[in-house]
């Protein structure tokens, strides 16, 4: 169990209140906060001119900063080693970082107290929001249900056509957090009527134990469990992840170590290791690669993408080809063409990958699953909406070919 840092300064119980119903558990203790917490925030105001009051493209409400830290949100991590010195090395994700006492690695939410290693952002999400579960994307899960979706702050990569930077690329203490245990998680789940609790926004291998815990929280309440990934994570801690949850949606940004390196800051060959771990796991996974034009838009990549899921995790995963739209430190490029999107479709079907969807093209007709023997549509949808679904038992109502995914 993780000692007592430095005391609490800072309440964020008024954030709470913005929180419907709260079970009766929740403590209001009031505000005090010292000088040089006053003086920390003052730095911090040029962030939280960025981060207060907005509103993601979703309708999700950006946190402000809450200065300080919160004994309630460390607790010890899970995966990494001592080292002489009091020193660590992490062993989460496949960065491994080595960290000095006193210092945190490069995702930020981890840090190293006298040699013992703590994760900053247990029960700590900035950002809560029920989304359709389409929305994630997950198409072969559970079509026409919301799913729950929490995010703390910070990530292991650093892309630059982030949507979410805001949150993903500060530190905790950067944004303003809510406590919120697994149990107020569930809680908040059925109370908003949503079938699955969703890991989402960020990055939540970042958040490995808390979204863990909740996991089997939830799972003992009924609940399921999607993790939503860049996939950028050692084997034991992603194995042990697949025990608690119910499905896990990758987003395999490239199929290059080049884009990987310069785009990403990350690398390939643990993402694509870990989805072969997954799919070993018997996870249901989808797939979502985002097109980004002249950069990882070339028939060669495609192909060699396509042939790779067929030959190392089968026809039957579902891969999503997204358009892109400038953010973040890609505002230079322009949005994916619809045409290179269904470039990537049309090599990815003569590969014989049974379901490729295209995303961000709302009303395409590409966002409805096909049956792979009648062709006939067996889920229509529009958006992120399933309109109508014709799968019985899992099989295409027509014809009876069984459509892969998690139906009931
Ligand atoms: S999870 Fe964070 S601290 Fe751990 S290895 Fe990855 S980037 Fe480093």
């Known amino acids: 169990m993780p000692g007592k840092t430095r005391s609490r300064m800072y309440e964020t119980a008024d954030f709470i209140d913005n929180v419907p119903n709260l079970p009766p558990h929740r403590e209001k203790t009031g505000t005090q906060v010292d000088r040089r917490t006053f003086l920390k925030s003052t730095a911090l105001a040029s962030l939280a001119a960025v981060c207060s009051g ?45 960290i000095d006492d006193r210092e945190r690695g490069y995702c930020g939410t981890r840090e190293n107290r006298d040699g013992t290693y703590y994760t900053l952002v247990h029960s700590r999400p900035c950002t809560y929001h029920a989304d359709p579960i389409e929305k994630k994307p997950l198409f072969h899960f559970l079509p026409g249900t919301l799913a729950f979706s929490i995010s703390t702050a910070g990530c292991n990569v650093n892309c630059k056509f982030c949507q979410n930077w805001q949150i993903s690329q500060v530190r905790p203490e950067q944004v303003r957090s809510i406590h919120m245990p697994p149990k107020v998680v569930v809680s908040l789940t059925k109370k ?20 863990a815990e909740t996991a089997a929280v939830g799972r003992e309440m009924g609940l399921k469990s999607v993790v939503i990934t860049g996939g950028y994570i050692n084997e034991e801690p992603v194995r042990k992840l697949c025990r608690h949850v119910d499905a896990i949606k990758v987003d395999l940004k490239a199929f290059s170590e080049k884009y990987y390196r310069e785009v990403v800051s990350g690398e390939l060959q643990p993402v694509l290791d870990g989805l072969v771990t997954i799919r070993k796991e018997g996870m249901w996974t989808e797939i979502v690669y985002l097109v980004v034009p002249t950069l990882n838009d070339s028939d060669g990549e495609f192909t060699k993408l396509c042939r790779w899921i067929k030959s190392d995790l089968g026809v039957d995963v579902p891969v999503h080809f997204t358009r892109f739209h400038p ?23 003569s590969e014989g990958l049974h379901y490729v969807y295209l995303g961000n093209v709302p009303g395409h007709s590409a966002e409805n699953t096909f049956c792979p023997r009648c062709k006939r549509v067996v889920v229509q949808r529009t958006g992120f909406i399933s309109k109508a679904v014709h799968i019985v038992d899992g099989k295409c109502r027509y014809c009876e070919q069984e459509i892969a995914g998690v139906w009931n």
């Open 327 to 349: 953010d973040y430190l890609l505002r230079n490029l322009p949005r994916t063409p619809i045409q290179t999107l269904e470039r990537a479709k049309a090599i990815a079907d």
């Open 54 to 98: 907005g509103m993601l493209p979703d309708g999700i409400a950006y946190a402000s900063p809450v200065p300080g830290e919160d004994e309630r949100f460390v607790a010890e991590a899970w995966f990494y080693e001592k080292l002489p010195y009091k020193k660590i090395r992490c062993k989460l994700c496949p960065k491994q970082c080595v």
């Open 192 to 211: 908003a009527r949503c079938t699955s609790i969703a890991y989402t926004y960020g990055e939540p291998v970042v958040f490995y134990e808390y979204m």
